[in-house]
Nanobody, 128 residues
């Protein structure tokens, strides 16, 4: 059974940093892509970044480019999202998601419907 568990959320002030973690189990990590999404109250779930664990290729939404960095440690079955220079508009519940890499190549990573497995989410709150 595929399981994803996020951690690392919290309350920070604007311009501070947080690092989120997503630990995966129940699947061959290197065969999957992992994505980070976020959802603020009253808004749709938004793609933040994604990574192919097979080669480390990463993709970012324009709103986080230059501030967020996604990385993967295949030995630990864990991906990270380093978030720097946080803004109040980054406040949301952050979810990680997984899908087989070959399947994502046929889809758009920013679509939530492209991902097959989801974690429970972790809250990130940025105060001004």
């Amino acid at each position: 059974e595929v399981q994803l568990v996020e951690s690392g959320g919290g309350l920070v002030q604007a311009e501070e940093s947080l690092r989120l973690s997503c630990a995966g189990s129940g699947f061959t990590f290197g065969d999957y892509a992992i994505g980070w999404f976020r959802q603020a109250p009253g808004k749709e779930r938004e793609g933040v970044s994604s990574i192919y664990n097979s080669d480390g290729s990463t993709y970012y939404a324009d709103s986080v480019k230059g501030r967020f960095t996604m990385s993967s440690d295949n030995a630990k079955n864990t991906v990270y999202l380093q978030m720097n220079s946080l803004k109040p508009e980054d406040t949301a519940v952050y979810y990680c998601a997984a899908v087989r890499s070959w399947a994502l190549q046929l889809r758009l990573w920013v679509w939530a419907s492209s991902w097959d497995y989801w974690g429970q989410g972790t809250q990130v709150t940025v105060s001004s």
